[in-house]
């Protein structure tokens, strides 16, 4: 369910408060939220389960 209202300005950023970017931020990120899918975001890894720590020496960090 989507939110009735949303807050968003300077004052309700928790970093960049009583500043322009603040605003922007704040504003960026209501106007996402109010813009998102109603479904939740899925994510699927494949793994046998049998090996957990070979899977993560697998995997690249470079």
């Known amino acids: 369910m989507k ?3 949303v ?3 300077e004052h ?3 970093s960049f408060y009583s500043t322009v970017h603040g605003a ?3 504003g960026r990120t209501a106007a996402q ?3 998102a899918s109603e479904e939740p975001d899925e994510i699927i ?3 046998d389960g049998s090996d957990l720590s ?3 020496q697998g995997i690249a960090l470079d």
Do not use: D, V
């Open 12 to 14: 309700t950023h928790s």
């Open 7 to 9: 807050f968003a300005g």
């Open 45 to 47: 890894m494949e793994s």
């Open 24 to 26: 922007y931020l704040s």
């Open 54 to 56: 070979a899977w993560i």
């Open 3 to 5: 939110p009735a209202i």
């Open 33 to 35: 939220h109010l813009l």
